[in-house]
């Protein structure tokens, strides 16, 4: 049996991995800050799937919570084979009006701790030569959207940086890039989202089976939905200067407000 651990477990994108690979039998190491959620969420997956679901309470925007994390990643004796580096939130807001405090809680857990948590989790699994990380990253690392499209565009460059120094060694990273998907994010971050058309909407249990397919076809970046691999490409042909005032005019208009 493997072992998968998930960042960000107990809602959105992160419980849908939960399912996913509970119900592909493989055992789970859960971590969000909510240790009721995350021991609820545990007795739920262990009942329904009979998986193991272990429970690990951690604050990623802490150097203690990240060092929890690590310690477990780094376990040779119960290893994990796949990570997922899923937490994260928005920060409601223009540039100079989010305070700079959050701003940098946000790439402490978007940039240190999927740094520090990759690091840990590939050193052992080169070691056995074998293992795999998806980063959720977002569309938004291809517009110029503020420090969270800049966090995710990190996330983008590192993820698919390492997988290429770490080809042949048996160790897979992908960077997951989804549109919007239907999740606590926007309610968190007190952003409506009345303004977004249901097209745009992505399913999270599709999105996670799409991505899953990607990583074991070897991609190193998955952007999981014909609606968005078809935007995105219509981004690349766009000159950067003209996407800027594009995105941040369609942006307001059709983003979280
Ligand atoms: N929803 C979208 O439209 C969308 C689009 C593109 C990309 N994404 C990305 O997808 C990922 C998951 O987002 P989501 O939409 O599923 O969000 P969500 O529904 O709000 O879930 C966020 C999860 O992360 C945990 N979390 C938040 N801050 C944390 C911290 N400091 N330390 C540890 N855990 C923390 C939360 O649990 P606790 O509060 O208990 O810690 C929760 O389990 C994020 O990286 C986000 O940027 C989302």
């Given at each position: 049996?493997?072992?998968?651990?998930?960042?960000?477990?107990?809602?959105?994108?992160?419980?849908?991995?939960?399912?996913?690979?509970?119900?592909?039998?493989?055992?789970?190491?859960?971590?969000?800050?909510?240790?009721?959620?995350?021991?609820?969420?545990?007795?739920?997956?262990?009942?329904?799937?009979?998986?193991?679901?272990?429970?690990?309470?951690?604050?990623?925007?802490?150097?203690?919570?990240?060092?929890?994390?690590?310690?477990?990643?780094?376990?040779?004796?119960?290893?994990?084979?796949?990570?997922?580096?899923?937490?994260?939130?928005?920060?409601?807001?223009?540039?100079?009006?989010?305070?700079?405090?959050?701003?940098?809680?946000?790439?402490?857990?978007?940039?240190?701790?999927?740094?520090?948590?990759?690091?840990?989790?590939?050193?052992?699994?080169?070691?056995?030569?074998?293992?795999?990380?998806?980063?959720?990253?977002?569309?938004?690392?291809?517009?110029?959207?503020?420090?969270?499209?800049?966090?995710?565009?990190?996330?983008?460059?590192?993820?698919?940086?390492?997988?290429?120094?770490?080809?042949?060694?048996?160790?897979?990273?992908?960077?997951?890039?989804?549109?919007?998907?239907?999740?606590?994010?926007?309610?968190?971050?007190?952003?409506?989202?009345?303004?977004?058309?249901?097209?745009?909407?992505?399913?999270?249990?599709?999105?996670?089976?799409?991505?899953?397919?990607?990583?074991?076809r070897d991609k190193t970046l998955s952007i999981p939905d014909p609606r968005y691999k078809a935007l995105m490409g219509v981004v690349k042909l766009t000159p950067r200067p003209l996407l800027g005032g594009l995105t941040s005019r369609t942006g307001r208009k059709y983003g979280p407000q």
């Amino acid at each position: 049996m493997t072992t998968a651990l998930i960042t960000g477990s107990t809602a959105g994108i992160g419980a849908a991995f939960a399912r996913r690979l509970a119900a592909d039998g493989h055992n789970l190491v859960l971590v969000a800050r909510d240790t009721k959620r995350l021991r609820e969420q545990a007795t739920e997956l262990h009942d329904g799937h009979g998986i193991e679901a272990e429970v690990l309470p951690a604050d990623l925007s802490t150097d203690e919570g990240i060092a929890a994390v690590e310690e477990r990643l780094r376990n040779r004796r119960s290893p994990v084979d796949l990570l997922v580096n899923n937490a994260g939130f928005g920060n409601k807001g223009r540039y100079l009006d989010v305070p700079m405090a959050d701003e940098l809680t946000m790439l402490k857990v978007h940039i240190e701790a999927v740094l520090r948590l990759t690091s840990a989790a590939t050193e052992s699994m080169r070691e056995r030569g074998r293992g795999g990380v998806i980063n959720v990253a977002s569309v938004a690392a291809f517009v110029p959207r503020g420090t969270y499209g800049a966090s995710k565009a990190w996330v983008v460059q590192f993820t698919q940086g390492a997988a290429k120094d770490l080809a042949g060694s048996g160790v897979r990273l992908m960077a997951l890039c989804p549109g919007f998907v239907r999740t606590e994010f926007h309610e968190r971050a007190g952003m409506g989202t009345d303004n977004i058309p249901k097209w745009m909407w992505l399913d999270a249990d599709k999105l996670v089976a799409a991505a899953l397919t990607d990583l074991s076809r070897d991609k190193t970046l998955s952007i999981p939905d014909p609606r968005y691999k078809a935007l995105m490409g219509v981004v690349k042909l766009t000159p950067r200067p003209l996407l800027g005032g594009l995105t941040s005019r369609t942006g307001r208009k059709y983003g979280p407000q």
